[in-house]
């Protein structure tokens, strides 16, 4: 027989009512009684039904998720950490979470919103691409909007932004070589386009001026993400113009970087500095183990959880830009 509410009432010694509340939310319960009843519901293995639960709040209780992962990317584990993130919170609240995949594409992504609008979501959190220039009036449903990783360029009219302090996080790395005795320092990045690409070259130029270090273009180089671009990139940097530290602004680049300073035979850190921008599983296997700047990705999705959920609440209070730190963690390629 299943168990109903009235059994996870009697086995937590409340009424119906306050099993109710404390599973939809609806009105305050003490912490000590909501324990009770959600113990009892363990005990029980009691599972709500969402559907009744829905109607009875005119709400979905879903969350969607829009990320950018190309099928040539792997950024895919950034965005999943996102996403564990971001499920840690709404478990806990009572949600869940829907994801779809723009793949960084603009056609992609106005589906992913338009399929999200069909859902009767509370809420959507979103990865948005290139900016996100080009939202018109009427794209997004009737729900609150939360921006991660990256900013669109109006994001004050649609949503809360939460992201990394990417230009602190770069001026930290760049400083740290300078201090090494690293003054000729390469920079490799992907197409300026995305705010998080933006702030890492902000940094790179601050960190330069703030050390009394000239910018010089030449050893800037920016292009196509690939880690053929990288490879190329890294042999014009080291060959041509002699620089000995590199600064790669995304971990595709990096692995081309990697791959010509092995196959010439580069000696790092002993004749070239190098660090990537963000921290994967590789960078720390890699002989030596590269030094990286680590963003929050967990704690980005669990900020933007927190942030939809208080929307949620209260809908009517002024969009927030929200920013985590983005620490280097040294290692021995410097």
């Avoid at 895919?76 to 829907?98: C, D, Q, R």
């Avoid at 909007?145 to 360029?153: A, E, L, M, N």
Wanted: one cysteine or more; proline letters at 4%; a negative charge.
């Amino acid at each position: 027989m299943a168990v109903r509410i009235k059994d996870v009432a009697k086995h937590a010694g409340v009424s119906t009512a306050t099993v109710s509340h404390v599973i939809n939310k609806t009105r305050y319960v003490s912490h000590e009684v909501e324990t009770k009843v959600k113990l009892a519901m363990e005990e029980l293995d009691y599972t709500p039904n969402p559907v009744a639960r829905s109607l009875r709040n005119k709400k979905s209780f879903i969350i969607g998720l829009i990320v950018p992962i190309k099928n040539t990317d792997n950024s895919n584990h950034f965005f999943m950490s996102i996403a564990n993130g971001i499920e840690s919170v709404l478990k806990n609240e009572g949600y869940h979470l829907l994801l779809s995949n723009s793949q960084e594409n603009y056609d992609e992504e106005i589906r992913c919103i338009k399929m999200f609008n069909t859902q009767n979501i509370d809420g959507l959190i979103i990865a948005p691409i290139e900016g996100a220039s080009y939202y018109k009036e009427g794209v997004f449903g009737d729900y609150p909007i939360v921006f991660v990783d990256r900013k669109p360029k109006s994001n004050s009219k649609y949503g809360d932004c939460i992201v990394s302090e990417s230009v602190e996080g770069t001026c930290s790395g760049i400083k740290a070589m300078v201090d090494k005795g690293i003054k000729r320092i390469g920079y490799i990045s992907e197409e300026l386009s995305l705010t998080s690409v933006n702030e890492r070259f902000q940094g790179y130029k601050q960190a330069l001026m703030e050390c009394g270090l000239p910018f010089d273009e030449s050893l800037v180089l920016i292009g196509e993400i690939s880690a053929a671009n990288g490879y190329n990139y890294a042999r014009t940097l080291i060959s041509d113009h002699q620089v000995d530290g590199l600064f790669v602004a995304n971990n595709i680049m990096g692995k081309g970087v990697v791959s010509y300073i092995r196959d010439s035979k580069v000696k790092v850190p002993e004749e070239l500095g190098l660090i990537i921008f963000d921290d994967y599983e590789w960078t720390e296997v890699m002989d030596p183990p590269l030094s990286v700047i680590r963003q929050r990705s967990f704690e980005l999705g669990q900020k933007s959880a927190e942030v939809m959920m208080s929307r949620i609440q209260n809908p009517q209070k002024e969009y927030r830009e929200y920013r985590l730190p983005a620490e280097l963690i040294l290692r021995n390629s410097f």
